[in-house]
Protein backbone atom coordinates (compact mmCIF):
# COMPACT_ATOMS: atom_id res chain seq x y z
CA UNK A 1 0.00 0.00 0.00
CA UNK A 2 1.29 3.17 -0.75
CA UNK A 3 2.68 5.29 2.23
CA UNK A 4 -0.21 7.53 3.73
CA UNK A 5 0.90 11.30 4.67
CA UNK A 6 0.10 13.48 7.42
CA UNK A 7 -3.45 15.12 6.48
CA UNK A 8 -2.56 18.00 8.52
CA UNK A 9 -0.65 18.51 11.40
CA UNK A 10 -2.29 21.18 13.83
CA UNK A 11 -1.70 23.20 17.23
CA UNK A 12 -2.64 20.58 19.97
CA UNK A 13 -5.42 23.09 21.75
CA UNK A 14 -7.14 23.53 18.19
CA UNK A 15 -6.96 20.05 17.31
CA UNK A 16 -8.65 18.92 20.54
CA UNK A 17 -11.00 21.92 20.58
CA UNK A 18 -12.24 20.85 17.45
CA UNK A 19 -12.39 17.22 18.32
CA UNK A 20 -14.18 17.87 21.34
CA UNK A 21 -16.63 19.81 19.26
CA UNK A 22 -17.58 17.44 17.30
CA UNK A 23 -19.13 15.49 20.29
CA UNK A 24 -20.60 18.47 22.23
CA UNK A 25 -24.40 16.90 21.66
CA UNK A 26 -22.98 13.82 23.90
CA UNK A 27 -25.49 13.41 26.62
CA UNK A 28 -24.58 11.50 29.78
CA UNK A 29 -25.72 7.69 29.79
CA UNK A 30 -27.20 7.15 33.66
CA UNK A 31 -27.84 4.50 35.67
CA UNK A 32 -29.07 3.33 39.26
CA UNK A 33 -26.87 1.67 41.68
CA UNK A 34 -26.89 0.55 45.05
CA UNK A 35 -25.69 3.90 47.77
CA UNK A 36 -23.50 1.19 49.21
CA UNK A 37 -21.43 0.60 46.41
CA UNK A 38 -21.52 4.89 44.96
CA UNK A 39 -18.11 5.79 46.38
CA UNK A 40 -16.59 8.08 43.76
CA UNK A 41 -19.02 8.06 41.41
CA UNK A 42 -20.82 11.13 40.17
CA UNK A 43 -25.06 12.00 41.00
CA UNK A 44 -26.66 12.00 37.47
CA UNK A 45 -29.49 13.90 39.24
CA UNK A 46 -30.20 16.04 42.28
CA UNK A 47 -30.95 13.84 45.60
CA UNK A 48 -33.95 14.63 48.09
CA UNK A 49 -34.30 12.97 51.64
CA UNK A 50 -36.97 10.46 52.11
CA UNK A 51 -36.53 10.98 55.60
CA UNK A 52 -36.04 13.44 58.21
CA UNK A 53 -32.60 12.99 60.65
CA UNK A 54 -33.12 12.94 63.60
CA UNK A 55 -36.56 11.44 63.24
CA UNK A 56 -37.11 11.60 66.91
CA UNK A 57 -36.19 14.15 69.42
CA UNK A 58 -33.42 12.52 71.35
CA UNK A 59 -30.84 13.09 74.05
CA UNK A 60 -27.88 14.23 73.15
CA UNK A 61 -25.81 13.73 76.46
CA UNK A 62 -26.08 11.36 79.83
CA UNK A 63 -28.27 13.37 82.36
CA UNK A 64 -31.83 13.81 83.28
CA UNK A 65 -35.07 14.68 81.10
CA UNK A 66 -36.93 17.96 82.67
CA UNK A 67 -39.33 20.24 81.82
CA UNK A 68 -37.50 23.40 80.95
CA UNK A 69 -40.25 25.85 82.36
CA UNK A 70 -39.69 24.10 85.91
CA UNK A 71 -35.69 25.11 85.91
CA UNK A 72 -36.69 28.51 85.19
CA UNK A 73 -36.08 30.09 89.11
CA UNK A 74 -33.24 28.01 89.42
CA UNK A 75 -30.18 29.88 90.56
CA UNK A 76 -26.57 29.41 93.25
CA UNK A 77 -28.72 31.72 96.02
CA UNK A 78 -32.45 29.89 95.47
CA UNK A 79 -31.35 25.83 93.80
CA UNK A 80 -34.54 24.37 92.32
CA UNK A 81 -35.18 20.49 93.79
CA UNK A 82 -36.26 18.21 91.23
CA UNK A 83 -38.02 14.96 91.84
CA UNK A 84 -37.75 11.82 90.39
CA UNK A 85 -40.97 11.11 87.61
CA UNK A 86 -42.52 14.60 89.37
CA UNK A 87 -39.84 16.84 87.28
CA UNK A 88 -37.38 14.14 85.78
CA UNK A 89 -36.29 11.04 84.25
CA UNK A 90 -33.10 9.34 83.82
CA UNK A 91 -31.58 9.33 80.40
CA UNK A 92 -28.29 8.05 78.44
CA UNK A 93 -27.21 9.21 74.95
CA UNK A 94 -29.92 8.38 72.44
CA UNK A 95 -32.65 8.02 74.46
CA UNK A 96 -36.27 9.03 73.54
CA UNK A 97 -37.75 12.84 75.08
CA UNK A 98 -41.33 12.56 74.42
CA UNK A 99 -43.66 15.30 76.27
CA UNK A 100 -43.67 16.65 78.74
CA UNK A 101 -40.05 16.41 78.78
CA UNK A 102 -38.18 19.10 76.51
CA UNK A 103 -34.98 19.44 77.59
CA UNK A 104 -31.51 17.33 79.37
CA UNK A 105 -29.19 18.52 82.24
CA UNK A 106 -26.16 16.63 82.20
CA UNK A 107 -25.22 14.40 84.80
CA UNK A 108 -22.16 16.82 86.07
CA UNK A 109 -24.11 20.01 86.22
CA UNK A 110 -26.79 18.03 88.47
CA UNK A 111 -26.35 18.03 92.78
CA UNK A 112 -27.54 15.04 94.14
CA UNK A 113 -30.06 15.35 97.49
CA UNK A 114 -31.83 12.79 99.21
CA UNK A 115 -35.24 13.79 97.58
CA UNK A 116 -33.85 14.32 93.92
CA UNK A 117 -31.38 16.73 92.32
CA UNK A 118 -30.55 20.13 92.65
CA UNK A 119 -29.83 22.60 90.22
CA UNK A 120 -28.72 25.99 90.28
CA UNK A 121 -28.91 27.39 86.70
CA UNK A 122 -31.98 27.20 84.47
CA UNK A 123 -32.05 24.88 81.37
CA UNK A 124 -34.21 25.85 78.10
CA UNK A 125 -35.84 24.54 75.82
CA UNK A 126 -34.39 21.23 73.34
CA UNK A 127 -30.81 22.37 75.33
CA UNK A 128 -28.89 18.60 74.79
CA UNK A 129 -31.59 17.16 72.77
CA UNK A 130 -31.09 16.32 69.06
CA UNK A 131 -34.42 17.27 67.95
CA UNK A 132 -35.99 16.06 64.29
CA UNK A 133 -34.52 17.31 61.47
CA UNK A 134 -31.71 19.12 62.72
CA UNK A 135 -29.38 17.01 60.34
CA UNK A 136 -31.98 16.32 57.53
CA UNK A 137 -35.46 17.44 57.03
CA UNK A 138 -37.82 14.79 54.61
CA UNK A 139 -38.03 16.47 50.59
CA UNK A 140 -34.64 18.71 51.44
CA UNK A 141 -31.54 18.00 48.41
CA UNK A 142 -29.02 15.99 49.79
CA UNK A 143 -27.15 16.22 47.15
CA UNK A 144 -26.57 17.86 43.77
CA UNK A 145 -26.47 16.83 40.36
CA UNK A 146 -22.50 16.39 38.71
CA UNK A 147 -21.04 15.75 42.71
CA UNK A 148 -18.57 13.10 43.23
CA UNK A 149 -19.79 10.85 46.28
CA UNK A 150 -17.66 10.63 49.01
CA UNK A 151 -17.47 8.09 52.02
CA UNK A 152 -19.43 11.10 54.51
CA UNK A 153 -21.87 11.58 51.40
CA UNK A 154 -22.89 7.40 51.50
CA UNK A 155 -23.09 7.54 55.17
CA UNK A 156 -25.57 10.80 55.14
CA UNK A 157 -27.80 8.96 52.08
CA UNK A 158 -28.28 5.80 54.36
CA UNK A 159 -29.31 8.25 56.89
CA UNK A 160 -31.77 10.06 54.96
CA UNK A 161 -33.62 6.60 53.67
CA UNK A 162 -32.00 6.33 49.96
CA UNK A 163 -30.40 3.02 49.70
CA UNK A 164 -30.54 3.54 45.30
CA UNK A 165 -29.20 6.47 43.49
CA UNK A 166 -29.05 7.92 39.91
CA UNK A 167 -25.23 8.21 38.65
CA UNK A 168 -23.87 8.91 35.26
CA UNK A 169 -22.99 5.45 33.90
CA UNK A 170 -18.91 5.43 33.56
CA UNK A 171 -18.21 5.58 29.85
CA UNK A 172 -16.85 2.43 28.25
CA UNK A 173 -13.53 2.46 26.18
CA UNK A 174 -12.30 -0.21 23.59
CA UNK A 175 -8.50 -0.56 23.73
CA UNK A 176 -7.47 -2.04 19.89
CA UNK A 177 -3.58 -2.87 20.12
CA UNK A 178 -2.00 -3.31 16.95
CA UNK A 179 1.04 -4.08 15.50
CA UNK A 180 2.49 -7.85 13.29
CA UNK A 181 5.53 -8.03 16.07
CA UNK A 182 3.38 -7.69 19.24
CA UNK A 183 2.99 -10.41 21.76
CA UNK A 184 0.64 -10.99 25.22
CA UNK A 185 2.95 -10.59 28.04
CA UNK A 186 2.71 -14.24 29.07
CA UNK A 187 4.94 -15.35 25.70
CA UNK A 188 8.39 -15.72 25.58
CA UNK A 189 10.11 -12.44 23.82
CA UNK A 190 12.11 -13.35 20.74
CA UNK A 191 14.30 -11.35 18.91
CA UNK A 192 11.52 -9.45 16.25
CA UNK A 193 8.88 -10.18 19.05
CA UNK A 194 7.49 -7.03 21.52
CA UNK A 195 5.77 -7.63 24.68
CA UNK A 196 2.54 -5.21 24.06
CA UNK A 197 2.00 -3.52 27.21
CA UNK A 198 0.05 0.13 25.92
CA UNK A 199 -2.97 -1.72 26.35
CA UNK A 200 -3.00 -2.75 29.88
CA UNK A 201 -1.26 0.85 30.51
CA UNK A 202 -4.39 2.34 28.68
CA UNK A 203 -6.71 0.01 30.46
CA UNK A 204 -5.71 1.04 34.08
CA UNK A 205 -5.92 5.08 33.00
CA UNK A 206 -9.56 4.27 31.94
CA UNK A 207 -10.05 3.44 35.71
CA UNK A 208 -7.91 5.66 36.75
CA UNK A 209 -9.95 8.26 35.08
CA UNK A 210 -13.31 7.14 35.99
CA UNK A 211 -13.81 4.54 33.33
CA UNK A 212 -14.11 1.15 32.02
CA UNK A 213 -11.47 -0.29 29.59
CA UNK A 214 -12.35 -2.96 27.55
CA UNK A 215 -9.31 -4.67 26.14
CA UNK A 216 -9.47 -6.53 22.72
CA UNK A 217 -7.25 -8.93 21.03
CA UNK A 218 -4.12 -7.96 19.04
CA UNK A 219 -5.22 -7.17 15.78
CA UNK A 220 -1.95 -8.21 12.60
CA UNK A 221 -1.13 -5.26 10.69
CA UNK A 222 -4.47 -6.26 8.08
CA UNK A 223 -6.29 -3.42 6.73
CA UNK A 224 -10.01 -5.53 6.74
CA UNK A 225 -8.69 -7.14 10.46
CA UNK A 226 -8.47 -3.58 11.65
CA UNK A 227 -11.44 -2.63 9.64
CA UNK A 228 -13.45 -5.19 11.64
CA UNK A 229 -12.11 -4.81 15.10
CA UNK A 230 -13.31 -0.87 14.93
CA UNK A 231 -16.28 -1.39 13.97
CA UNK A 232 -16.64 -4.33 16.76
CA UNK A 233 -15.38 -2.13 19.24
CA UNK A 234 -17.57 0.99 18.22
CA UNK A 235 -20.74 -0.91 18.75
CA UNK A 236 -20.04 -1.90 22.31
CA UNK A 237 -17.93 0.65 23.51
CA UNK A 238 -18.55 4.73 23.82
CA UNK A 239 -14.78 5.79 23.15
CA UNK A 240 -12.19 3.47 21.37
CA UNK A 241 -8.39 3.54 21.17
CA UNK A 242 -6.64 1.92 18.44
CA UNK A 243 -2.50 1.86 19.34
CA UNK A 244 0.07 1.40 17.17
CA UNK A 245 0.00 1.85 13.40
CA UNK A 246 -1.18 5.62 13.38
CA UNK A 247 1.80 6.92 11.62
CA UNK A 248 2.87 6.93 7.85
CA UNK A 249 4.78 3.81 7.74
CA UNK A 250 4.54 1.23 5.45
CA UNK A 251 2.25 -1.33 7.52
CA UNK A 252 0.52 1.79 9.63
CA UNK A 253 -3.14 1.07 8.54
CA UNK A 254 -5.33 2.91 11.24
CA UNK A 255 -5.82 6.20 8.96
CA UNK A 256 -7.07 4.33 6.18
CA UNK A 257 -9.41 2.03 8.37
CA UNK A 258 -10.81 5.22 10.28
CA UNK A 259 -11.20 7.14 6.90
CA UNK A 260 -12.96 4.34 5.23
CA UNK A 261 -15.27 4.27 8.67
CA UNK A 262 -15.72 6.90 9.19
CA UNK A 263 -14.30 10.71 9.46
CA UNK A 264 -11.08 11.85 10.07
CA UNK A 265 -10.89 15.17 12.19
CA UNK A 266 -6.90 15.65 12.77
CA UNK A 267 -4.09 13.44 11.46
CA UNK A 268 -1.00 14.60 13.48
CA UNK A 269 -0.51 17.12 16.02
CA UNK A 270 2.52 19.40 17.06
CA UNK A 271 3.56 18.06 20.28
CA UNK A 272 6.73 15.68 21.00
CA UNK A 273 6.72 12.71 21.40
CA UNK A 274 3.38 12.17 20.11
CA UNK A 275 2.78 13.76 17.04
CA UNK A 276 1.38 10.67 15.12
CA UNK A 277 -2.50 10.97 16.48
CA UNK A 278 -5.60 10.16 14.94
CA UNK A 279 -8.76 11.88 15.90
CA UNK A 280 -11.71 10.55 13.99
CA UNK A 281 -15.46 9.66 14.44
CA UNK A 282 -17.07 6.87 13.49
CA UNK A 283 -20.82 5.96 13.82
CA UNK A 284 -20.79 9.23 15.72
CA UNK A 285 -18.44 8.11 18.75
CA UNK A 286 -15.03 9.31 19.53
CA UNK A 287 -12.02 6.59 17.93
CA UNK A 288 -8.31 7.43 18.83
CA UNK A 289 -5.50 6.57 16.88
CA UNK A 290 -2.53 6.75 19.48
CA UNK A 291 1.20 5.93 18.43
CA UNK A 292 3.08 3.18 19.83
CA UNK A 293 5.77 4.02 21.55
CA UNK A 294 4.76 4.56 25.47
CA UNK A 295 5.97 8.00 26.27
CA UNK A 296 4.09 8.96 23.26
CA UNK A 297 0.87 7.24 23.77
CA UNK A 298 0.89 7.98 27.36
CA UNK A 299 1.26 11.64 26.96
CA UNK A 300 -1.34 11.48 24.28
CA UNK A 301 -3.61 9.70 26.15
CA UNK A 302 -3.84 12.54 28.71
CA UNK A 303 -3.86 15.05 26.52
CA UNK A 304 -6.82 13.66 23.96
CA UNK A 305 -8.19 10.51 26.23
CA UNK A 306 -9.15 11.95 29.10
CA UNK A 307 -10.71 15.30 27.75
CA UNK A 308 -13.35 12.99 26.13
CA UNK A 309 -13.85 10.59 28.72
CA UNK A 310 -14.50 13.98 30.86
CA UNK A 311 -17.14 14.90 28.35
CA UNK A 312 -19.27 11.48 29.07
CA UNK A 313 -18.84 12.08 32.58
CA UNK A 314 -20.21 15.45 32.70
CA UNK A 315 -17.36 17.21 34.70
CA UNK A 316 -14.37 19.43 34.20
CA UNK A 317 -10.31 18.37 33.51
CA UNK A 318 -7.80 17.62 36.76
CA UNK A 319 -5.71 20.23 37.52
CA UNK A 320 -2.19 19.17 37.65
CA UNK A 321 0.19 21.29 40.16
CA UNK A 322 2.26 23.23 38.90
CA UNK A 323 5.70 24.76 40.28
CA UNK A 324 8.67 26.45 39.28
CA UNK A 325 12.15 25.46 39.08
CA UNK A 326 15.60 25.58 37.72
CA UNK A 327 16.84 23.58 34.85
CA UNK A 328 19.86 21.66 35.18
CA UNK A 329 21.08 21.47 31.60
CA UNK A 330 19.80 23.15 28.57
CA UNK A 331 17.37 20.94 26.05
CA UNK A 332 17.28 22.23 22.76
CA UNK A 333 14.37 21.74 20.84
CA UNK A 334 12.59 22.05 17.54
CA UNK A 335 10.08 25.26 16.35
CA UNK A 336 8.11 22.44 14.81
CA UNK A 337 6.32 20.93 18.30
CA UNK A 338 5.16 21.61 21.52
CA UNK A 339 8.13 19.35 23.77
CA UNK A 340 7.36 17.29 26.99
CA UNK A 341 10.37 16.50 28.50
CA UNK A 342 10.34 14.50 31.75
CA UNK A 343 12.02 15.59 34.88
CA UNK A 344 13.31 14.79 38.05
CA UNK A 345 12.39 17.11 40.98
CA UNK A 346 14.88 18.02 44.10
CA UNK A 347 14.96 20.30 46.93
CA UNK A 348 18.64 22.06 47.02
CA UNK A 349 19.02 24.88 49.63
CA UNK A 350 15.80 25.49 48.84
CA UNK A 351 15.46 25.56 45.26
CA UNK A 352 13.63 23.72 43.34
CA UNK A 353 15.92 21.81 40.95
CA UNK A 354 14.36 19.60 37.63
CA UNK A 355 17.42 17.27 35.88
CA UNK A 356 15.49 16.39 31.97
CA UNK A 357 15.37 12.35 32.24
CA UNK A 358 15.54 9.84 28.71
CA UNK A 359 13.64 11.84 26.07
CA UNK A 360 13.30 9.48 23.73
CA UNK A 361 9.68 7.96 22.49
CA UNK A 362 10.46 4.61 23.96
CA UNK A 363 11.88 5.48 27.06
CA UNK A 364 9.33 4.15 29.22
CA UNK A 365 11.08 3.96 32.73
CA UNK A 366 11.51 7.44 32.32
CA UNK A 367 7.85 7.71 33.07
CA UNK A 368 8.40 5.58 36.23
CA UNK A 369 11.01 8.08 37.55
CA UNK A 370 9.98 11.42 36.32
CA UNK A 371 8.27 13.40 38.91
CA UNK A 372 6.87 16.24 37.01
CA UNK A 373 6.62 17.39 32.87
CA UNK A 374 8.60 20.47 31.77
CA UNK A 375 6.94 21.46 28.45
CA UNK A 376 9.29 23.47 25.58
CA UNK A 377 6.52 25.54 23.79
CA UNK A 378 6.02 25.50 19.97
CA UNK A 379 7.72 29.05 19.28
CA UNK A 380 10.91 28.38 21.59
CA UNK A 381 14.25 26.45 19.98
CA UNK A 382 14.87 25.33 23.50
CA UNK A 383 15.59 26.24 27.34
CA UNK A 384 18.65 27.00 28.14
CA UNK A 385 20.26 25.39 31.97
CA UNK A 386 19.63 27.40 35.22
CA UNK A 387 16.22 28.98 33.39
CA UNK A 388 13.39 28.91 35.57
CA UNK A 389 10.69 26.05 33.69
CA UNK A 390 7.10 25.69 35.03
CA UNK A 391 6.91 21.72 36.05
CA UNK A 392 3.99 19.93 35.50
CA UNK A 393 3.54 17.60 38.61
CA UNK A 394 2.56 14.06 38.30
CA UNK A 395 4.16 13.54 42.09
CA UNK A 396 3.32 14.83 45.24
CA UNK A 397 5.40 17.84 46.56
CA UNK A 398 5.66 16.34 49.79
CA UNK A 399 7.78 13.24 48.59
CA UNK A 400 9.91 15.32 46.41
CA UNK A 401 10.90 17.64 49.28
CA UNK A 402 12.16 14.37 50.79
CA UNK A 403 14.40 13.37 47.61
CA UNK A 404 18.23 13.46 48.02
CA UNK A 405 19.18 14.28 44.86
CA UNK A 406 22.21 12.46 43.05
CA UNK A 407 23.82 13.53 40.22
CA UNK A 408 26.87 11.89 38.50
CA UNK A 409 28.29 8.69 37.97
CA UNK A 410 26.39 5.51 37.67
CA UNK A 411 26.18 2.46 39.56
CA UNK A 412 23.40 -0.36 40.14
CA UNK A 413 24.18 0.32 43.70
CA UNK A 414 22.23 3.58 43.71
CA UNK A 415 18.72 1.68 42.93
CA UNK A 416 19.68 -0.59 46.21
CA UNK A 417 20.11 2.74 48.44
CA UNK A 418 17.13 4.43 47.18
CA UNK A 419 14.93 0.91 48.38
CA UNK A 420 16.70 0.80 51.21
CA UNK A 421 16.10 4.06 52.28
CA UNK A 422 12.56 3.81 51.24
CA UNK A 423 12.07 1.00 53.19
CA UNK A 424 13.88 2.47 56.29
CA UNK A 425 12.58 5.73 56.42
CA UNK A 426 9.40 5.28 54.56
CA UNK A 427 9.45 9.14 53.35
CA UNK A 428 12.93 9.16 52.00
CA UNK A 429 14.18 8.44 48.58
CA UNK A 430 16.89 9.36 46.35
CA UNK A 431 16.83 10.71 42.57
CA UNK A 432 20.23 9.85 40.60
CA UNK A 433 20.82 11.47 37.15
CA UNK A 434 23.35 9.56 35.60
CA UNK A 435 25.67 12.15 33.65
CA UNK A 436 29.07 11.10 34.53
CA UNK A 437 31.38 12.41 37.29
CA UNK A 438 32.59 15.86 35.97
CA UNK A 439 29.28 17.10 35.10
CA UNK A 440 28.14 16.15 38.83
CA UNK A 441 30.79 18.08 39.83
CA UNK A 442 29.97 20.65 37.58
CA UNK A 443 26.30 20.15 39.24
CA UNK A 444 27.46 20.55 42.76
CA UNK A 445 29.42 23.93 42.02
CA UNK A 446 26.40 25.52 40.92
CA UNK A 447 24.53 23.95 43.95
CA UNK A 448 21.87 22.13 41.91
CA UNK A 449 22.76 18.31 43.55
CA UNK A 450 23.31 17.31 46.92
CA UNK A 451 26.18 14.17 46.46
CA UNK A 452 28.04 13.44 42.75
CA UNK A 453 28.91 9.63 42.60
CA UNK A 454 32.25 10.32 41.26
CA UNK A 455 35.55 7.69 40.66
CA UNK A 456 37.63 10.54 38.75
CA UNK A 457 41.60 9.09 38.60
CA UNK A 458 44.36 11.62 39.09
CA UNK A 459 47.11 10.32 36.67
CA UNK A 460 50.08 11.78 38.78
CA UNK A 461 49.37 10.12 41.55
CA UNK A 462 46.36 6.87 40.98
CA UNK A 463 44.00 8.49 43.76
CA UNK A 464 40.71 8.81 43.21
CA UNK A 465 38.54 11.95 43.23
CA UNK A 466 40.43 14.50 45.72
CA UNK A 467 42.77 16.30 43.30
CA UNK A 468 39.44 17.19 41.05
CA UNK A 469 37.47 17.92 44.16
CA UNK A 470 40.62 20.43 45.05
CA UNK A 471 40.73 21.75 41.95
CA UNK A 472 36.98 22.67 41.30
CA UNK A 473 36.17 23.69 45.01
CA UNK A 474 39.51 25.39 46.00
CA UNK A 475 37.39 27.84 48.71
CA UNK A 476 34.82 25.39 49.92
CA UNK A 477 34.56 23.44 52.45
CA UNK A 478 34.01 19.88 51.07
CA UNK A 479 33.69 16.50 51.91
CA UNK A 480 33.95 12.82 50.32
CA UNK A 481 32.00 10.25 52.23
CA UNK A 482 33.58 7.27 51.01
CA UNK A 483 31.42 4.52 49.24
CA UNK A 484 32.87 1.06 46.82
CA UNK A 485 35.74 -0.23 45.24
CA UNK A 486 34.72 -1.96 42.32
CA UNK A 487 36.44 -3.98 39.35
CA UNK A 488 36.83 -2.27 36.61
CA UNK A 489 37.06 -3.94 33.60
CA UNK A 490 35.79 -5.44 29.99
CA UNK A 491 32.58 -6.45 29.40
CA UNK A 492 32.62 -9.07 26.83
CA UNK A 493 30.20 -12.11 25.39
CA UNK A 494 29.57 -15.24 27.45
CA UNK A 495 32.89 -17.70 26.94
CA UNK A 496 34.64 -14.45 25.80
CA UNK A 497 35.15 -15.35 21.88
CA UNK A 498 37.38 -12.65 20.68
CA UNK A 499 39.97 -13.53 23.69
CA UNK A 500 40.12 -10.67 25.28
CA UNK A 501 42.26 -9.83 27.52
CA UNK A 502 43.46 -6.10 28.31
CA UNK A 503 42.69 -2.55 26.46
CA UNK A 504 45.83 -3.56 23.76
CA UNK A 505 42.86 -6.20 22.28
CA UNK A 506 41.13 -3.82 21.17
CA UNK A 507 41.71 -3.59 17.71
CA UNK A 508 40.39 -1.20 14.91
CA UNK A 509 38.45 -4.45 14.09
CA UNK A 510 36.37 -4.57 17.01
CA UNK A 511 33.02 -3.26 17.73
CA UNK A 512 33.52 -0.58 20.93
CA UNK A 513 30.58 0.89 22.62
CA UNK A 514 32.09 3.70 25.13
CA UNK A 515 30.41 5.97 28.23
CA UNK A 516 29.93 9.87 27.61
CA UNK A 517 31.91 12.20 27.85
CA UNK A 518 33.27 13.36 31.63
CA UNK A 519 32.02 9.72 32.78
CA UNK A 520 34.78 8.54 35.19
CA UNK A 521 35.09 5.06 32.80
CA UNK A 522 35.94 7.33 29.92
CA UNK A 523 38.41 9.23 32.01
CA UNK A 524 39.78 5.98 33.29
CA UNK A 525 39.57 4.30 28.99
CA UNK A 526 41.45 7.54 28.13
CA UNK A 527 44.26 7.25 30.75
CA UNK A 528 44.61 3.21 29.72
CA UNK A 529 44.66 4.28 26.14
CA UNK A 530 46.94 7.11 26.38
CA UNK A 531 49.38 4.40 28.29
CA UNK A 532 48.86 1.90 26.02
CA UNK A 533 49.87 3.92 22.64
CA UNK A 534 46.22 3.53 21.24
CA UNK A 535 44.64 6.34 19.58
CA UNK A 536 40.67 7.04 20.73
CA UNK A 537 40.88 7.16 16.41
CA UNK A 538 41.81 3.89 15.78
CA UNK A 539 38.36 1.99 17.65
CA UNK A 540 35.77 1.69 15.63
CA UNK A 541 32.63 2.93 18.18
CA UNK A 542 34.67 5.37 20.10
CA UNK A 543 31.98 8.11 19.55
CA UNK A 544 29.20 5.43 20.29
CA UNK A 545 28.12 6.83 23.57
CA UNK A 546 25.54 5.69 26.47
CA UNK A 547 25.23 7.01 29.73
CA UNK A 548 25.10 3.56 31.86
CA UNK A 549 26.89 0.80 33.09
CA UNK A 550 24.39 -1.38 31.95
CA UNK A 551 23.27 0.59 28.71
CA UNK A 552 27.02 -0.97 27.95
CA UNK A 553 26.18 -4.28 29.45
CA UNK A 554 23.24 -4.68 27.24
CA UNK A 555 24.75 -3.34 24.20
CA UNK A 556 27.41 -6.85 24.03
CA UNK A 557 24.50 -9.09 25.31
CA UNK A 558 22.24 -8.04 22.19
CA UNK A 559 25.57 -7.60 19.51
CA UNK A 560 25.23 -4.09 19.14
CA UNK A 561 29.27 -4.19 20.27
CA UNK A 562 31.32 -6.57 20.86
CA UNK A 563 33.09 -5.33 23.83
CA UNK A 564 32.92 -2.00 26.54
CA UNK A 565 34.47 -0.64 29.64
CA UNK A 566 32.41 -1.13 32.19
CA UNK A 567 31.91 -2.61 36.17
CA UNK A 568 31.66 -6.07 36.96
CA UNK A 569 28.07 -6.59 38.51
CA UNK A 570 26.92 -4.87 35.29
CA UNK A 571 28.29 -7.90 33.16
CA UNK A 572 27.35 -10.41 36.21
CA UNK A 573 23.49 -9.17 35.79
CA UNK A 574 23.52 -9.91 32.31
CA UNK A 575 25.47 -13.18 32.51
CA UNK A 576 28.63 -11.91 30.26
CA UNK A 577 31.72 -12.53 31.17
CA UNK A 578 34.28 -9.85 32.58
CA UNK A 579 38.13 -9.44 32.15
CA UNK A 580 39.61 -7.62 34.76
CA UNK A 581 41.44 -3.86 34.35
CA UNK A 582 41.36 -2.48 38.00
CA UNK A 583 39.76 -1.92 40.81
CA UNK A 584 38.75 1.50 41.14
CA UNK A 585 37.01 3.73 43.87
CA UNK A 586 33.90 5.16 43.47
CA UNK A 587 32.75 7.68 46.24
CA UNK A 588 30.40 10.84 47.05
CA UNK A 589 31.22 14.21 46.98
CA UNK A 590 29.45 16.96 48.64
CA UNK A 591 29.57 20.21 50.71
CA UNK A 592 30.76 19.62 54.26
CA UNK A 593 27.52 21.29 55.25
CA UNK A 594 25.51 19.09 53.73
CA UNK A 595 26.54 16.63 56.15
CA UNK A 596 24.11 18.26 58.38
CA UNK A 597 21.21 17.20 56.37
CA UNK A 598 18.48 14.60 57.72
CA UNK A 599 18.54 13.12 53.92
CA UNK A 600 22.45 12.71 53.88
CA UNK A 601 22.48 11.73 57.10
CA UNK A 602 20.32 8.83 56.28
CA UNK A 603 21.94 7.89 52.88
CA UNK A 604 25.08 7.74 55.37
CA UNK A 605 23.18 5.19 57.60
CA UNK A 606 22.38 2.84 54.77
CA UNK A 607 25.85 2.80 52.82
CA UNK A 608 27.06 1.69 56.76
CA UNK A 609 24.24 -1.08 57.37
CA UNK A 610 24.76 -4.57 57.08
CA UNK A 611 21.49 -4.68 55.00
CA UNK A 612 23.35 -2.92 52.24
CA UNK A 613 26.53 -4.86 52.20
CA UNK A 614 25.23 -8.02 52.24
CA UNK A 615 23.36 -7.13 48.92
CA UNK A 616 27.15 -5.97 47.63
CA UNK A 617 27.82 -9.41 48.38
CA UNK A 618 25.18 -10.63 46.32
CA UNK A 619 25.73 -8.35 43.39
CA UNK A 620 29.50 -9.23 43.09
CA UNK A 621 32.80 -7.19 42.81
CA UNK A 622 32.42 -4.70 45.04
CA UNK A 623 34.53 -4.53 48.40
CA UNK A 624 33.81 -1.85 51.07
CA UNK A 625 36.77 -1.65 53.37
CA UNK A 626 36.11 2.19 54.49
CA UNK A 627 32.55 2.47 53.58
CA UNK A 628 30.61 5.47 55.12
CA UNK A 629 33.87 7.14 55.93
CA UNK A 630 34.12 10.96 55.75
CA UNK A 631 37.54 12.50 54.33
CA UNK A 632 38.18 16.43 54.15
CA UNK A 633 39.13 17.87 51.25
Same mark, same amino acid.
Given at each position: ?127 ? &? !??? %? /? ?6 ? $?? =????? @? ?107 ? &? !??? %? /? ?6 ? $?? =????? @? ?120 ? $? ?233
Amino acid at each position: MKRNLYLNVQEKNEALEQFLGAFDHILPKKERIPVTESLGRVTGEAVFARYSSPSYNFCAMDGIAVISSHTRTASEEHPVLLKYETDYLDVDTGDMILPPYDAVIMAEDLIESDEGYKIIAPTHPFSH &V !RSI %G /EDIVAKEM $IL =PSCHK @IRAIDISVLLSAGIHEITVIKKPVVGIIPTGDEMIDYTCQPEDGRIIETNSWMFANLVTENDGIGRRYPIIRDDLERIKKAILEAVDECDIVIINAGSSAGRDDYTIHA &V !REL %G /EVLTHGVA $IK =PGKPV @ILSKVKDKPVIGLPGYPVSSYLTFTEFVIPVMNLYLQRKGKEYKKVRAKLSKTLMSSLKYEEYVRVKLGLVEGELIASPLERGAGASMSLVRADGFCVIPQNKEGILAHEEVEVKLVKDMDQ $IKHTLVLTGSHDLILDVINDLMMEESKDMCLSSTHVGSMSGLIALKKKETHLVPSHLLDEKDGSYNLAITREMFPDEQMVIIKGVRRRQGLIVKKGNPLGFQSIQDITPEVRYINRQRGAGTRVLLDYMLKNAGISPMDIQGYEHEVTTHMSVAVAVQKDNADVGMGIYSSARALDLDFVDVTFEEYDFVTYADYLELPLVQEFINVLKSRDFQDKLDALGGYSYEEIGKIVYV
